[in-house]
Each structure stands twice: as structure tokens, then as C-alpha cells.
């Protein structure tokens, strides 16, 4: 199943949320395939007033890449069928002027528990998380001994998303999660190690390795590393 430009990493027990204006295609459209599962689909307006249409926005699992589907337990299902199944009991009653609140209440007790399901995926794929850590510092090693910084700035959390293959939202987390810092905090972090190492191991002038850095301005390379490092790139290095 392709969503966007990526492929589900499709599976029994996978969980896959869409949102509006998203579209989902098969690959191969030539062979007879019919999909079997359960699905929930409600208009939006369904929210409105109520609390969940204040924080749908905070469930970052409606922006991720198709290979980045929750997988479900045996247990996790059953708990996802028999929300649907309370879901299901409340449109066949009569509509009255608890309906909407009843329902909305439910599709976020529903996204709530998968919430916590993709906290768990993200603790049962440590392993593979871990070798995406590796991966990212590779990344920004790469990039920070390369040209790319001089001619194009610094590597944003998009692009490194990017270049591992993953959304923007879901690899955030995923680095949040495993080393304790944004993956924004985590560049910066590379950032001041490489100019640490500049400083420290070359004559080059303090501009020279802020424009090397992908700074646009010394002056902004200056104040950036006093903030983190407490000390102007010149006194690191008289210190040092």
C-alpha cells in the first residue's frame, strides 16, 4: 500500500491513520487484491467544540510516513476492536444531545491508546532506533566534513529526516525519545563539537570557521557558541 511517496510497511495488526485529503494507493494494480480489517472514518466537524478537536493536532502519528504504521499486538487489537465495537453500539442508538460528545469522547480514548501504543513501539525497536542514532551522527559527521555547510547552511531536522528516510515528526520523536534532546538540539550539539575542534585544532580565524560552520554572519557564530559554551570562540581557544 503506497501512502504519499513512501510504502507501507504493511502487515497483519498494522494500524494506519489517514487524514483528511490524504491519498492511499497499491502497487500493484494489475493482480486482484481486496483489503480485509476494521476502519473508523468520522467528518471533522464531528470535533468541533469538543476536546479532542482542541488537540488532534498533538497526535503526530496522522503526519507519518506509511512506513512508520503502528503494529499492533494480540492484545492491542482486541483493545482497538473493542473500543470500535463501543463506537459501534453508540450510532445505533438514537441521536440524541449527548451523540456527538459520547463519540468524540470515544475516537479520543481510542487515539490516546495509540498514543501509548507507539510509545511502546518505540521501546520494543530500541535496537533499531539505536542504529538510526548511529546513522544520524554519521549523517552529521558527513556533512559537517563536506563543502555542504559553506555552500548551503546548516542540515535541517527535515533534511536529515530525509536522508535516513523518515518523516520529519516521526524521526523527532524517535531522537527525543533515545537521546533525551530535540533532533534540532541534537544538531546544535554537533555543531558546537565541530567548531570546538576548529577552534581548538587550526589557525584559522574565528570567521573563517563560522562561514566553514555554515554561519552567515561571525557575529552570529560568536554570540551562538557564548550561549552554549559560556565563553566567545576566542576565549575557548586563549583558554584552551
Known sequence: MKYGRQYYDYQEGTL????????????NKIDYYQPMG????????????????KSIAEYNFFSYNTSEALHLSVKERQLVLDLFAKIDVELQQPVDKHSKRVIASSIELLLNYCDRFYDRQFITRETVNKGVIEKFE?????????????????PSVAYCADQLHFSAKYFGDMIKKETGKTAQEYIQYKIIE????????????????????????????????KQRVGLTPNEFRTLN
Not at 196 to 212: L, P, Q, R
Open 194 to 225: 565541530v567548531a570546538k575542534n576548529k577552534i581548538y585544532g587550526s589557525t584559522k580565524t574565528v570567521t573563517e570557521i563560522a562561514y566553514e560552520l555554515g554561519f552567515k554572519y561571525p557575529q552570529h557564530f560568536n554570540r551562538f557558541f
Open 16 to 27: 494506519v491513520f489517514i487524514s483528511p485529503g490524504q491519498v492511499i494507493d497499491v502497487q
Open 138 to 154: 554519521e549523517l552529521l559527521n558527513n556533512y559537517f566534513a563536506s563543502e555542504q555547510p559553506y555552500t548551503i547552511g546548516f
Open 38 to 53: 476494521h476502519g473508523l472514518v468520522f467528518h471533522p466537524d464531528i470535533l468541533l467544540g469538543t476536546s479532542l478537536g
